[in-house]
């Protein structure tokens, strides 16, 4: 994976998971999203080597399976999407 695909698929998954914030979502559900897109959040703003990318991403992954479910159909499919998001990047590890 080249570092600009890298880049792309890192704000990805911070737009899947930013896009939960203003849904009807569980308060537990919310507290693991919300720390998990702002993880994702400063990967996406600041230029990180490749092995902070894949910890910090790893990081947001252990968040999101914290996740059962968010009570709002469109928040469990942008976590869904984010979970598969962040397999993406770390499968080129």
């Known amino acids: 994976m080249t570092e600009s695909d890298r880049?792309?698929?890192?704000t990805e998954l911070h737009a899947h998971?930013?896009?939960t914030a203003e849904l009807p979502i569980d308060r537990?559900?919310?507290r693991w999203i919300g720390e998990a897109e702002a993880?994702?959040?400063d990967l996406a703003a600041n230029d990180?080597?490749?092995a902070?990318?894949?910890?910090?991403v790893g990081h947001v992954r252990d968040l999101l399976e914290e996740v059962d479910e968010t009570?709002?159909?469109e928040a469990d499919k942008r976590v869904a999407s984010a979970r598969e998001t962040a397999a993406r990047i770390?499968?080129?590890r």
């Open 90 to 92: 770390l499968e080129d």
């Open 28 to 30: 537990d559900a919310n």
């Open 17 to 19: 998971l930013a896009a």
């Open 7 to 10: 880049d792309s698929l890192v």
């Open 52 to 56: 902070t990318v894949e910890k910090r």
């Open 71 to 73: 009570d709002d159909p």
């Open 39 to 41: 993880v994702a959040a």
């Open 48 to 50: 990180l080597s490749p």
